[in-house]
C-alpha cells in the first residue's frame, strides 16, 4: 500500500472518522482506522461496533493498492502537526506504515485489515430522501430530550417515525418531550419506526453538517444509513418499543398562549 494525498485533504474527513472510533477499545483494532486503497480512493472506516463511518478521498499520481489498520488518535495527531499546503506519503513497509512529508517522518504501528469488523450491510434497505439543511434543523431541534443513561434504554436515543410523506422525530427523557416534522419522499409503503441509539444522533449529526452534498437516507429493521458521494454514516437501531408519544401531545386545549 502507498499513497500521496494533501495534509488539507485528509485532515477534515479524518477527523470526522475518529468520531466514530471506539474510546473504551474493548477490542484493539477497534481504536484504529482502516485505511484501504482501491480505484485510485483511499477509503478511511472508523467504528465501535455501534456506529460506522466511512469516508472516500480521490487519490492522483503513483498509488498501490493495498489495506491496513492504524490507531486512529495517532494518525490525526500526526496530520494535524503538518501544515495545510504538505503533501503526505503513507506507505506500508514490514508491518508498519510509514507516513513522510518534507523531513518530517514517522512510524505507526499496524493490526491487520481481516481483524477489523465491518456492520453488515442490511438487506433490503428503504430509501428516503430528505432536505439536509431540515433533517439537520430536525435533530437539533429534538435531541436535547434524549435521556442520558436510563433503565429504559429505549430512550437513550431517538425515535424517526416514518411514512411516505413525512418524517417525526421524537426525543424524551421521561419528563418532557421534544417533537419536530419534516416532510420527505420515501419508498415506504407502511409506517415504520426506528429507534437511534445516543451516539447514532450525535455523530448523524455531526456527518450532516460535515456534507454539503445531497444525502440519500436508508433503513432497515437493523441499520439506518446516511450516505453521499464522499461519505457513509452507519449505525445499529435500538431493538426496543418506543412509548406512544401521539398519547402525551395535549389534545383539547381550551387556552391558547
Not at 229 to 248: A, I, M, N, Q, R
Amino acid at each position: 500500500m502507498k499513497l500521496t494525498i494533501s495534509q488539507q485533504s485528509l485532515y477534515g474527513p479524518l477527523q470526522l472518522i475518529s468520531g466514530a472510533v471506539e474510546r473504551r477499545q474493548t477490542l484493539p483494532v477497534l481504536s484504529n482506522v482502516l485505511l484501504q486503497v482501491k480505484d485510485n480512493a483511499l477509503f478511511i472506516t472508523g467504528t465501535d461496533l455501534e456506529v460506522e463511518m466511512v469516508a472516500k478521498i480521490a487519490l492522483v499520481g503513483e498509488v498501490f493498492e493495498g489495506e491496513v489498520t492504524v490507531p486512529a488518535k495517532k494518525l490525526v495527531e500526526v496530520v494535524k502537526s503538518l501544515d495545510a499546503e504538505d503533501m503526505i506519503t503513507m506507505q506500508l513497509q514490514d508491518s508498519k506504515v510509514k507516513v513522510s512529508s518534507g523531513s518530517s517522518k514517522f512510524t505507526l504501528s499496524t493490526l491487520p485489515a481481516n481483524e477489523f469488523p465491518n456492520l453488515e450491510d442490511s438487506i433490503g434497505l428503504a430509501e428516503i430522501h430528505a432536505n439536509v439543511a431540515e433533517l439537520k434543523n430536525v435533530i437539533a431541534a429534538t435531541q436535547f430530550a434524549m435521556a442520558q443513561q436510563d433503565v429504559r434504554y429505549y430512550l437513550n436515543g431517538m425515535l424517526f417515525d416514518i411514512n411516505q410523506q413525512q418524517l417525526v422525530a421524537v426525543a424524551t427523557d421521561g419528563h418532557r418531550l421534544a417533537l419536530s416534522k419534516i416532510a420527505i419522499t420515501s419508498e415506504l409503503s407502511d409506517r415504520q419506526q426506528a429507534i437511534i441509539p445516543r451516539k447514532g444522533v450525535i455523530e448523524l449529526n455531526r456527518f450532516l453538517s460535515s456534507v454539503d452534498e445531497a444525502v440519500k437516507l436508508q433503513i432497515s429493521n437493523n441499520h439506518i444509513k446516511a450516505s453521499s458521494d464522499h461519505f457513509s454514516f452507519t449505525s445499529k437501531l435500538v431493538d426496543g418499543k418506543y412509548p406512544d408519544y401521539e398519547k402525551v401531545l395535549p389534545k383539547g386545549s381550551d387556552k391558547m398562549l
